[in-house]
């Protein structure tokens, strides 16, 4: 590296380069973990712990020499543009939180998920906690330390949150969740005490083919556009899409009893596509051309799952495509069909499996849990008790087995500890998007759904969250889509209205 600073302009396109470097190397990592859950033999693991750690040890590199500090040091009073200056910021914000962080804790923590992904498969396929613990044990403590060292005067918790969820902090979290169990645990105790009976009519109708389902699922991607040039559906043990904007690998999952969760759990995991599609091409494969959070990212899934895949217009459409894979289905009203997709279950133990109401409890479990975890206040040890009790407090039930429990998420097994709270922040910001755009439209979301208008759906989306990519930080997102920060009581008001009329509330 040259003695000399270099001039603002010069390190700005050197900053600007790094960053596509890292972001490159990103979307290589994203292809290997699929890989690695959907293709890979079983036998492979040595090898992709090796391949999966060399990109972890390239962009911890990319982003923690002294040369990114000196050009950072060299456009800090530069004259950028709004957009240079985001980059920038993006670029600052990860050399710190990087740079804070030994490389050899980085290489080990990366060598432990490599290995956790096969334990967790394995103790979940025997119900045996006890193959997964002792991962989950040092995986934990990693993190406390990686938490320790990027801020040691901070909660260990709020730290890691920022890993998934820039620019907000564990207040804004509980704030929503707050909100969420004033007026959703009344809400689930009105639906139970409710009379009415939704119909489960495709439980009557069972089992349903596993590759008849994928070509239902497949039905429904292509029917709301989804672009099969740049997409491929595949089944996982836990749904998940990785990849980037020219080359989204979409997961699912089904089972024998009904086509709704396969069918829902591709439509999610197809707004998570649908993002990473709608990203500005000339910015990829830079900050802004990068999605902005864990929970704008889950705003996308939530919307397409749930906003769209789950109103009645839906099914009005999509039930004869339905019938064509499955004729004995032939029978089934629209309403009918509506109504199974959207049953508030008395039991239920599957977080991707649960209704709009209830799904948001089984995300405070785990967002207690991990936050217990990662502060050292709960021992991996207890972990299935207390996440047996918190769903009796919560939920009213209570798991029977640590499969049905603790051991059915993947999120601790690759690392992901500290981002359940996402997928509740994405579907609050995903009903109030859906507030904007309807307000913008003059139009209900159901009524664009009826009228076939995806594309229309897709390009507002575009326009207002995608395209921006990490232009804004997350708050300032939220407000630039909807005109106002974050908040519960869309969701909550569409949840009321939605279940009230469902079950005559």
């Not at 002294?66 to 050399?95: G, N």
């Not at 389902?213 to 749904?239: I, K, N, Y």
């Not at 000339?282 to 990068?290: I, V």
């Not at 972990?383 to 009790?389: A, C, E, G, K, R």
Request: glycine residues 6%; negative net charge; proline residues 4%.
């Amino acid at each position: 590296m040259s003695d000399t600073a270099p001039e603002p302009d010069e390190a700005y396109e050197r900053l600007h380069e790094r960053a596509e470097r890292v972001g490159g190397l990103e979307t290589i990592d994203n292809l290997l973990f699929w890989d690695q859950q959907v293709m890979m033999p079983s036998g492979g693991t040595p090898g992709r712990s090796m391949q999966r750690g060399l990109i972890s040890s390239l962009q911890h590199e990319a982003f923690v020499g002294d040369d990114v500090a000196s050009w950072l040091d060299a456009v800090e009073d530069a004259d950028l543009s709004a957009e240079e200056s985001a980059v920038v910021r993006e670029v600052r914000r990860e050399h710190r939180r990087k740079s804070a962080v030994p490389r050899s804790l980085a290489e080990k923590r990366n060598g432990v998920i490599s290995e956790a992904n096969d334990a967790w498969e394995e103790a979940r396929a025997n119900d045996t906690y006890e193959t997964f613990a002792p991962y989950l044990e040092e995986l934990v403590e990693l993190t406390r330390e990686q938490a320790e060292h990027i801020d040691p005067d901070r909660e260990p918790f709020d730290v890691i949150l920022g890993e998934y969820e820039p620019y907000l902090d564990v207040e804004d979290v509980e704030a929503v969740f707050d909100d969420l169990k004033e007026r959703l645990v009344p809400l689930i105790e009105d639906i139970r005490a409710s009379d009415v009976a939704l119909s489960d009519a495709f439980a009557d109708y069972g089992p349903y083919d596993e590759e008849a389902q994928m070509a239902l699922s497949e039905d429904a991607l292509s029917f709301v556009g989804c672009p099969w040039d740049r997409a491929r559906l595949d089944t996982s043990t836990h749904p998940f899409s990785y990849g980037n904007r020219y080359d989204m690998r979409i997961t699912t999952r089904f089972h024998e009893d009904s086509i709704v969760g396969g069918l829902s759990s591709s439509l999610h995991e197809y707004g998570h596509a649908s993002y990473e599609h709608g990203l500005d091409e000339d910015a990829f494969p830079g900050p802004l051309g990068q999605s902005r959070s864990h929970g704008i990212h889950e705003s996308q899934s939530r919307f397409w799952e749930n906003h769209v895949g789950r109103t009645e217009a839906f099914w009005e459409q999509f039930l004869p495509t339905v019938t064509d894979q499955f004729p004995r289905l032939s029978e089934l009203s629209p309403r009918e069909a509506y109504e199974a997709s959207n049953q508030v279950f008395e039991e239920n133990f599957t977080r991707v499996e649960a209704d709009e109401v209830t799904y948001h409890l089984h995300v405070l479990v785990r967002f207690e849990i991990e936050r217990a975890l990662v502060n050292g206040t709960l021992d991996v040890a207890d972990v299935p008790q207390v996440w047996n009790d918190k769903y009796e407090q919560y939920l009213g039930i209570r798991p029977e087995s640590d499969t049905e429990g603790v051991l059915q998420d993947i999120h601790w097994s690759i690392g992901r500890i500290g981002s359940f709270q996402g997928y509740t922040l994405g579907t609050m910001f995903a009903a109030q998007l859906t507030n904007a755009l309807e307000e913008e439209f003059g139009e209900s979301v159901e009524e664009l759904v009826a009228a076939q208008r995806f594309d229309d759906l897709r390009e507002w989306m575009g326009e207002n969250v995608h395209s921006n990519g990490k232009r804004y930080e997350t708050d300032e997102l939220v407000v630039a889509a909807t005109g106002e920060e974050l908040t519960a009581e869309y969701f909550l008001d569409y949840a009321t209205e939605k279940y009230g009329e469902l079950y005559d509330l």
